[in-house]
């Protein structure tokens, strides 16, 4: 079935340093690709996604990168800061995009930025 | 725009008791899920309806489990009897694509916690 994979489970980064969570996907229908933040008791937030006739897409210190033939794509996080510490879920749409699309959803990843 | 409104926040209960959480979607998100999301771990899918239809149900536990959207618009979630591995936060989304445009929003979700 769907299966979205994600690592690493926990990342320790110096403030000021890079991050990089790798996940890949199964269903190789899969075009569409968000990436959610989720901080300590709150919803999980939308911060970037990527569809599939996309290869990179940059937000400011955010960006991702999506390789089909691999099927995995990356978040990259460049000159972390204290408030980038949290849970971040990749995900994958795992038929093309509709109405009644579902999200399938990585195992997360806690990132903590050292001071 | 008003996002997804979900009650109670939070819920105690003791096991083999039965509980129910409201959902009330953004307005005109024909497609509504309910995830349940274990301490450290993804959300992962109980049940998807576009309007008032269920669309996946694979995932929901039937024998305890129970979610209706009678009108296409709120819907509850119902455990009856709760046991201890229930204790989650249970999220509601919801969805719109509307043509490149696909909004998908979490609600803050309900804590439930089964002693």
């Known amino acids: 079935g769907e299966n979205v994979e994600q690592h690493p489970s926990t990342l320790s980064v110096q403030e000021g340093d890079s991050a990089v969570i790798k996940c890949t996907y199964s269903d190789s229908a899969s075009n569409y690709f968000p990436w959610y933040k989720q901080e300590l008791g709150k919803r999980p937030q939308l911060i970037i996604d990527?569809?599939?006739?996309?290869g990179e897409k940059k937000d400011q210190r955010i960006a991702v990168t999506l390789n089909k033939t691999a099927k995995h794509f990356s978040l990259h996080i460049t000159e972390t800061q204290p408030e980038d510490s949290a849970v971040y879920f990749c995900a994958a749409i795992p038929r093309p995009l509709s109405s009644a699309s579902k999200i399938i959803f990585g195992s997360g990843t806690r990132l903590s930025i050292r001071p | 725009e008003a996002g997804v409104a979900q009650s109670p926040r939070y819920k105690i209960i003791e096991k083999r008791q039965s509980v129910a959480f409201w959902c009330n979607p953004i307005?005109?998100?024909?497609?509504l899920y309910w995830y349940q999301q274990i301490l450290g771990q993804g959300p992962k899918l109980l049940i998807q309806f576009q309007n008032n239809g269920v669309v996946d149900d694979s995932q929901l536990p039937k024998d305890r489990f129970s979610a209706e959207r009678l009108k296409g618009v709120d819907s509850t979630l119902k455990i009856q009897p709760a046991k201890l591995e229930d204790s989650a936060v249970y999220l509601c989304a919801s969805s719109l694509r509307q043509g490149d445009n696909y909004g998908y929003t979490f609600g803050s979700g309900t804590r439930l916690t089964v002693v």
């Open positions: 307005s005109g998100h024909a497609t």
């Open positions: 990527i569809r599939s006739n996309v």
